[in-house]
């Protein structure tokens, strides 16, 4: 065995924590070492294939049949697996106890030769890792006013500013380094072998009739963390791909998304990822489409207002009153930006005064604005045109969006004890609802549809114009025509649900990007509405399609895709795009989750058997087990059980 020894050596007044993890956006497999963005460099794994050819960094691993495997949130364990000329390739690194900290390896079935070499990091000065020091196995890097002493039983070669361990790596022939564990709580084993079972007893995994349909959300995000070299923010991003080549970039609504999504296990990484993109909240409460470097901000559009449904439901895994505290205020804002005026008096997002909202942007641009709904290219906005910054088109899915967001943020007000609060953003709510009811409502076609502001209807479908649901619009009557019609196979029906445009409309043969194709934000909010409104046999159904879609393509290749063929389901776009396992979420949240009221409701009804355990709620760690006519929620001290129907509970 190749053993390499890397050891951190912290020095008096460390100007802050050492952070180790898979942090410099083209730097996977690799680890990176921060202290801040000065002081920082790379750990970084390149290999060889059979032809010579060098590779390295986040697409070749990609086109190598790059998986994203186990991701502990306490660092306990991560892992990456690739190909190498047909040979499966494994990086692992892990928290050690002790003095060692932390611990790295490479392996191989058959041979490969890899490189094991540090970079500079973002700052991209050499000066930063120039060596202090260097023998033929010795190589000291000064990082800020910690140490980085590295040790090799293969010398260190210093090839054009890179200094650089080769060596093959094969069957009981791995590379392995070490850090001290200063910059983390220490856990007390290490071995490989102990620290996969240290890993095994305490994540949040499933098995059953879905598989394991909870560990790909972390998995996903896990690996999806990066570092920001402009504000020194670590937080999710949709996609490495995305941030190439060392920065961090954010969007809106997928920031809250991968927020609710980390609550499942890392809720302090969902918390760090919400606090950043509403780091990037404009003076007037926009909170922007995308923030990051290189990109720069959208001030001139926002993008669907998820953030409080998303930051409640993160309180509800993992109740934290100082977080909510703190973003409120934030939310707030962003809540009333969508109707604040103008210096002419308009709304920002009210163009024609009716109380009902339309998507926009400040440069008058109509795809700008289709990029603030969220969905780039649907076919709801092909016959949207401009007035100044406004599409001259009543919106069901921004207006019925933001009376969930009042509703929301109405309850996260009462929690803070704000009572005017909740009680303006309830009655924000009520009117918004009203105004839904008596301008948007068709009731020959039984459905909310688009308006345009000469009062024509605009008769397409896609799961938008089912939105209301979610925010508690429609009547009872109403809501039963709306899901009779969405449940129709030539609709939204059939074995992949549910397509971004009715299966009947000329746009969706063709599957483009949003026309036609299944996305895994549009079930999830849709599903919000089923919650209040469908029979537990339609939640059901649409829970169990939506995981079965995710898992079709999860248990081929290990890809969370960015949407997903609405005819074949095949995964579609980035194969690695965190918001894919929401639709992963849609099956917990049928199973047990915390309804809108407040009341825990476990489902006794569900007609299959799953087990998930170190199942996160309002704080606790439970046991949850699934049969097709029974569930209880175990803990150490409380069992819930619910026999043949869905039960509900006060917590």
Wanted: aromatic share 12%; proline share 5%; with cysteine.
């Amino acid at each position: 065995m190749l053993l390499s020894a890397l050891a951190f050596l912290a020095m008096a007044q460390t100007p802050g924590p050492l952070r180790v993890g898979e942090y410099y956006t083209d730097n996977l497999p690799g680890l990176a070492l921060v202290t801040s963005t000065k002081d920082s460099c790379l750990l970084r794994i390149a290999w060889y294939d059979k032809a010579g050819k060098r590779h390295s960094g986040y697409k070749d691993f990609i086109a190598a049949g790059g998986r994203f495997g186990a991701c502990a949130p306490d660092d306990s364990y991560h892992r990456l697996d690739w190909m190498v000329d047909g040979n499966p390739v494994t990086f692992e690194w892990a928290v050690k106890g002790g003095s060692d900290g932390i611990a790295g390896r490479i392996k191989s079935i058959l041979k490969v030769k890899v490189e094991l070499e540090v970079d500079p990091a973002w700052s991209g000065k050499l000066s930063d890792i120039e060596p202090a020091k260097l023998g033929p196995d010795h190589l000291e890097i000064p990082l800020g006013s910690t140490t980085a002493e590295v040790t090799c039983h293969d010398s260190f070669n210093n090839t054009n500013g890179k200094w650089i361990a080769t060596t093959e790596v094969y069957a009981n022939h791995s590379l392995e380094f070490s850090l001290p564990a200063h910059y983390h709580a220490p856990i007390t084993f290490f071995s490989w072998e102990a620290a996969e079972d240290y890993f095994e007893k305490t994540r949040t995994k499933a098995d059953g009739d879905w598989g394991d349909f909870v560990s790909p959300i972390s998995n996903q995000l896990g690996h999806s963390r990066v570092y920001s070299p402009d504000n020194e923010r670590i937080a999710h991003t949709v996609s490495r791909g995305w941030c190439l080549p060392d920065g961090q970039v954010l969007f809106c609504w997928d920031s809250f998304f991968n927020g609710v999504l980390s609550s499942v296990e890392n809720p302090a990484a969902g918390r760090d990822t919400v606090r950043a993109i509403l780091a990037a909240q404009q003076y007037n409460g926009l909170v922007p489409n995308f923030a990051g470097r290189s990109w720069g901000v959208s001030s001139d559009r926002s993008q669907p207002p998820v953030g409080a449904l998303c930051v409640w439901k993160m309180y509800q895994r993992d109740p934290d009153k100082a977080f909510l505290a703190e973003v409120y205020p934030k939310l707030l804002k962003w809540h009333r930006w969508w109707f604040s005026k103008r210096p002419n008096g308009k709304a920002f997002r009210d163009g024609n005064g009716d109380g009902l909202l339309e998507w926009g942007s400040e440069t008058g641009d109509t795809q700008n604005a289709r990029y603030e709904s969220g969905l780039d290219d649907s076919p709801m906005y092909d016959k949207a045109t401009m007035d100044g910054p406004n599409m001259k088109q009543d919106s069901v899915d921004l207006s019925a969006l933001w009376a969930m967001d009042a509703e929301y943020l109405a309850k996260i007000a009462t929690i803070l004890g704000k009572k005017k609060d909740a009680l303006d953003l309830y009655q924000d709510r009520d009117t918004m609802a009203k105004n839904i009811n008596e301008k948007l409502w068709n009731d020959e076609a039984g459905v909310y549809q688009y308006k345009f502001w000469d009062g024509s209807f605009y008769n397409r479908l896609s799961p938008l114009n089912f939105y209301p649901m979610m925010a508690g619009v429609p009547s009872k009557d109403q809501a039963d025509k709306m899901l009779n019609l969405f449940f129709q196979k030539d609709k939204f029906g059939g074995e992949y649900m549910a397509p971004t445009i009715s299966r009947d409309d000329p746009a969706f043969p063709a599957q483009g990007y949003w026309r036609g194709t299944i996305w895994a934000p549009t079930n999830y909010l849709f599903f919000q509405g089923l919650r209040r409104y469908g029979t537990d046999a339609r939640r059901q159904e649409f829970a169990a399609k939506s995981v079965a879609l995710f898992m079709k393509n999860w248990n081929a290749d290990g890809s969370c895709h960015e949407n997903f063929n609405g005819i074949t389901g095949e995964g579609r776009s980035d194969p690695h795009y965190t918001w894919g396992s929401l639709l992963c979420l849609i099956g917990i949240e049928n199973l047990c989750d915390i309804e809108p009221d407040g009341r825990l409701r476990l489902n006794g009804d569900s007609g299959v058997t799953v087990h998930i355990q170190n199942f996160h709620l309002r704080g606790k760690t439970y046991d949850l087990v699934v049969k097709p006519n029974e569930a209880e929620l175990r803990s150490d001290h409380k069992v819930f059980t619910a026999k043949g129907k869905a039960e509900y509970f006060d917590l």
